[in-house]
């Protein structure tokens, strides 16, 4: 299967934050877990009208995954990145995790930091990320997760 990554198109914002709760789901979190997490899930319209979201897809497929990431700066956030269930392991979140950095260079930025689900831990370390220290969660009260950051201007690919 030949995976693209295209930019996320208007009207994409509900069928991507359903794929988004399928792959956090994924990871069998609870009920109570994941009505927390519903409005961090969320993908927003004006950020795919900014043109920071991003799709992976099977050529003229539907989406496999998506990314997007937000801020300005020198450091910008990976704020979500996620996999439908069936199409892990398939390529689309390394090269989601490529566009999302190529975009960050893009947007002149020279790091890209992820708050990540503990269960992702290894792919970012496998993309390059190095740990940085624990967070406060941004949908969970109480809940730390690791804070990873990307160096984008070392010129290493994933």
Known sequence: MTVVVRPARPGEAATLTA????????WAYDDAFMK??????????????????????????????MAAVLGDGETVDLDSLFVDPPAIGSGAGRLLFQAAASMARGLGARRMTILADPNAVSFYERMGARFVRNAPSDAIPGRLLPLYEYDLISGVEP
């Open 19 to 26: 794929l988004c709760i399928r792959s956090k789901a994924h």
């Open 36 to 65: 927390l997490s519903a409005a961090a899930l969320a993908v927003d319209a004006a950020d795919i009208a900014a043109g920071r979201v991003l799709v992976a897809a099977a050529a003229k497929g539907p989406a496999l995954g």
